[in-house]
């Protein structure tokens, strides 16, 4: 078994699909990569046992196919040093050592058998859902909601990305029971109704792997266990949370009067700038609306801080005081990407709403949510 390859190429693969392997396997096997030579494909496996990535690459001058699992670490630690040149990779089939040469010299790195690598799992085809995204509608979706997943042992249904398909679009929901985000795409769409919970973990490494294949559809297969996403160059097959989701349209006030129309920048920077003074246990950030003005308050009794900012808004609803915690507001507002955004009250008790002023691509909407905290008289 012997190839060559870019080093680059197989440093930021290697890299890219490293983030799978835990730091506590199960099995000392998943502490290795899996290179299985075909032809001139070769395809780098990297597992948990929960998820599961795959990179395929093409090799030069191949000579002889063959399957050997590699140090994960060693292999990425020693590649990643070297500048762009080509790498010739070869396998001793009899004691599994592999030998990394190139120009100035090489390296060996004791492998083992790759037969003892734990198979993929498989999708009941019978049942399973297939469904096409274009890899920017799927990024979207993922990076607009993960931020707002929780890490809840008790409700593992909330730890992940509710996917939702309807004949009338595909719907991105997270929530943490304190935040919500919701976005919905029309122009994907499936001829039935059927829905999954994407853990936090595949959801990160799709996330990343998307920017890359920007222009690309991704094939989609899922069943009520598993579900395959298939990429031009990578392949995902990770295990679904099971369960059902929370019902989230309950907790979305339909009625909010109140509406604020702010550039999304000002109050960001703002909010920076008053949350310096909040107390660190609650981060409690208070928001007095008048008439064309937000006041932004916070204070932390215990060591004599305190903080006011003024910024000119569009309001003209009822004067409303509502609070908020600090980190939450920047994660919303660090996540809708239009100049100005749109926030929707009832009054300071019930949720607020916060809108994107306006969407880069037609068909899609965004919805955050946040609940508001008590105010101290």
């Not at 190839?3 to 099995?27: D, P």
């Not at 730890?159 to 719907?171: M, Q, V």
């Not at 297969?221 to 097959?237: C, G, M, Q, S």
């Not at 005081?321 to 939450?328: D, K, Q």
């Amino acid at each position: 078994m012997k190839f060559i390859i870019s080093s680059s190429l197989l440093s930021n693969n290697l890299q890219s699909i490293g983030k799978v392997i835990s730091n506590k396997n199960t099995l000392p096997i998943l502490d290795y990569f899996l290179f299985d030579l075909s032809g001139n494909q070769l395809k780098i496996t990297a597992s948990d046992l929960e998820t599961t990535l795959i990179s395929t690459l093409e090799v030069d001058n191949q000579d002889g196919d063959g399957i050997v699992a590699i140090p994960a670490r060693r292999i990425t630690d020693s590649i990643k040093e070297f500048s762009e040149q080509p790498l010739t990779i070869s396998v001793d089939k009899e004691s599994w050592e592999v030998t990394i040469s190139w120009k100035t010299g090489k390296l060996s790195i004791p492998g083992i058998t790759g037969l003892g690598y734990p198979e993929l799992p498989a999708v009941d085809e019978t049942t399973a859902t297939i469904f096409y995204i274009p890899a920017p509608a799927l990024g979207d979706g993922i990076v607009q909601t993960l931020f707002a997943t929780a890490d809840d042992e008790l409700r593992p249904v909330m730890n992940g990305i509710d996917i939702c398909l309807s004949p009338k679009e595909i719907t991105f929901v997270a929530t943490d029971a304190h935040r919500l985000a919701l976005f919905k795409n029309a122009n994907v769409t499936s001829d039935k109704e059927a829905s999954f919970i994407l853990p936090k973990k595949p959801a990160n490494l799709l996330k990343n792997l998307l920017s890359r294949d920007a222009e690309d559809m991704v094939t989609v297969t899922f069943d009520n266990k598993n579900a395959i996403f298939t990429l031009p160059k990578h392949k995902i097959v990770c295990r679904l949370i099971e369960g059902n989701y929370p019902n989230y349209n309950a907790v979305i006030p339909n009625n909010n009067p109140n509406k604020v129309l702010v550039d999304r920048v000002e109050l960001l920077n703002s909010i920076k700038r008053v949350s310096v003074c909040s107390n660190q246990a609650n981060q409690l950030i208070k928001m007095d609306l008048t008439a064309g003005n937000i006041n932004l308050s916070a204070q932390d009794i215990d060591y004599a801080a305190s903080a006011e900012d003024n910024i000119s808004c569009n309001y003209e609803g009822t004067p409303i005081e509502i609070g908020f915690r600090s980190s939450f507001l920047l994660d919303l507002l660090g996540n809708i990407h239009s100049p100005e955004v749109s926030i929707e009250l009832a009054d300071a008790t019930r949720p607020g709403l916060f809108f994107p002023s306006e969407t880069e691509t037609e068909g899609e909407s965004l919805l955050m949510l946040l609940m508001p905290m008590m105010i101290n008289a």
